[in-house]
């Protein structure tokens, strides 16, 4: 007769096939992610209420800070709150949950990406194209971009976990257990577009950024003169696109800190090692999604007067959409 405790297992009725209960060693690490996730929620909605309401923010550029608020909201409202589930708790919501959940990280994780690709292209054309800047970059065109970028991410995330959305659970080795799992092709595809390509593009177009924006400076301090300023003016990006090009080129640094050592910990490290510090190096990724919104706060005083006027209810007032806030 088996007298073995199965009060440590997730569904003590299937005892040969059910996973244990996860450890209660890891307060600390649910109470960061906690109040990531709070801080999340907050600071992200206020960038995208900042945004959305006052006419004055209604920008391209700002468009796509927009488009990238909300994939960091749902980072808060989607990923984190189900990293901390599965870490304190069982699955008990079923196969198909976890695939759902896996699917809608999976693709803000993705439109993340697309949208620092966006962002990075945007400051290119401001800076290396100032003329044709305000021509071509419309705030008509870059919904129509940013619309098609996330139908991107939805596309390419249900490419990516094909297998896993076809046959939910298929890759849980154990009863109550959700874990993301794809085929070798889908990983190496993985790599190659989210993280080579998208690093190749982002890096040239900042190396460019970058190179263009240190000449344009140094033109404008050796123009002393009026008149040669005014008549080169026309050429050259301004100087608040080149102010912007700075925020943008740190909000892009950060990201790519953040982003990067999840892809290289899984191309170095053995299945083992990395789940050993798989939990460190996404919750290091998702913390760049609280990080976003506090460069806004150093960087941008447009956020902090919109904060203000959000906090003090100055927006419950009929004419404060069309507030100076620049």
């Known amino acids: 007769m088996d007298t073995t405790n199965h009060s440590d297992l997730c569904f003590p009725q299937q005892a040969n096939t059910s996973c244990r209960k996860p450890s209660s060693d890891g307060a600390l690490f649910i109470i960061l ?12 909605l206020l960038v ?45 919501l079923g196969d198909i949950a976890c695939s759902l959940w896996n699917y809608m990280t999976f693709t803000v994780a993705t439109s993340s990406v697309g949208n620092m690709v966006l962002i990075s292209a945007d400051r290119y054309m401001a800076i290396c194209d100032p003329l044709h800047y305000n021509v071509n970059v419309t705030v008509r065109r870059i919904q129509c971009c940013v619309c098609l970028s996330w139908m ?33 092709y889908a990983g190496i595809l993985d790599i190659v577009v ?25 033109a404008m301090r050796s123009h002393v003169t009026c008149v040669k300023l005014q008549h080169s003016a026309p050429f050259r990006a301004k100087s608040s696109e080149l102010k912007a090009a700075r925020t943008i080129g740190v909000l892009v640094l950060v990201f790519l800190v953040c982003f990067c050592p999840y892809y290289i910990v899984s191309l170095v490290a053995d299945n083992e090692k990395f789940g050993s510090v798989m939990k460190y190096v996404l919750y290091l990724y998702d913390v760049n999604s609280c990080v976003n919104p506090l460069i806004y706060a150093l960087f941008y005083p447009w956020f902090r007067k919109a904060v203000k006027h959000i906090v003090t209810l100055r927006i419950l007032h009929p004419s404060s959409r069309e507030a100076n806030i620049l």
């Open 33 to 44: 992610l906690s109040a990531e996730c709070v801080l999340n929620v907050l600071l992200n």
């Open 48 to 92: 995208i209420i900042s945004i959305s309401y006052f006419r004055q923010l209604h920008t391209p550029t700002n468009l796509l800070l927009l488009s990238l608020a909300i994939s960091d909201l749902l980072v808060g409202l989607v990923a984190v709150p189900g990293a901390i589930y599965v870490t304190i708790s069982c699955w008990f």
């Open 152 to 184: 991107a991410a939805l596309l390419y995330s249900a490419i990516i976990l094909n297998d896993q959305l076809g046959h939910p659970g298929m890759y849980n080795s154990c009863h109550g257990e959700c874990v993301i799992g794809f085929e070798v």
């Open 194 to 218: 989210s993280f080579v390509l998208a690093l190749i593009i982002i890096i040239t177009l900042y190396m460019r950024v970058f190179v263009v924006a240190v000449s344009q400076a140094r």
